[in-house]
């Protein structure tokens, strides 16, 4: 009815949570970058899923499941607002981490999505913390449309280098495999491999 400006009002909007961009599987390393070529290779967390909207200090946070989870992940919230943007939507994983710096089982960290009181305590007990691995609007432009490696070269820009997926760019198999083998060694589920010209489906 409208065109081609009717379809603006369903654009990616601060504080209106988007369905997340989800994987298929593969075999193997080999069989993934058989089919993508040159991909982006990042850790697979067993974590929390967790979509952040900022505009300014207002900061929202929503699972997988597009419910809003801000008030019991106060460190991600802290996390967003430390970032030099004035807007933004982030992708990524929170996951609460031993003392060692090894991921606690997912089960675990759910315990701290489903929380309202003793918030304190559970956060000096559990505490979480974010890694960003997707961009998807960054002070006042969507960027779903751009090409992954766009998004995550923009990501790396804002983020401290620890609050950022493990990620490798190789077309190499032999490579990939080593970089899966490092994943697992650190205790993650494996690897993704992304398009480097996807954009965020």
Do not use: C
């Amino acid at each position: 009815e409208r065109g081609a400006a009717g379809l603006e009002q369903f654009d990616v909007r601060l504080f209106r949570p988007v369905q997340p961009m989800l994987a298929q599987t593969a075999e193997d390393v080999e069989g993934a970058l058989g089919e993508l070529g040159e991909a982006a290779l990042e850790f697979k967390f067993d974590g929390a899923r967790v979509q952040v909207h900022r505009s300014g200090d207002e900061v929202q946070v929503y699972s997988r499941s597009l419910k809003n989870v801000t008030a019991a992940v106060p460190e991600i919230v802290e996390a967003a607002r430390a970032l030099p943007v004035r807007e933004a939507i982030l992708d990524g994983e929170a996951l609460s981490l031993t003392a060692e710096g090894r991921p606690q089982p997912f089960q675990v960290t759910a315990r701290r999505f489903n929380r309202k009181l003793d918030l304190e305590r559970m956060r000096a007990e559990l505490p979480l913390r974010p890694f960003w691995f997707d961009l998807l609007y960054l002070d006042g432009g969507s960027m779903i449309d751009e090409p992954q490696a766009r998004r995550f070269a923009s990501l790396e820009g804002l983020a401290a280098a620890e609050a950022v997926v493990p990620h490798l760019r190789t077309g190499d198999a032999e490579r990939g495999a080593e970089f899966l083998r490092e994943a697992l060694e650190r205790g993650h589920e494996g690897i993704m491999a992304k398009s480097l010209e996807a954009g965020y489906a």
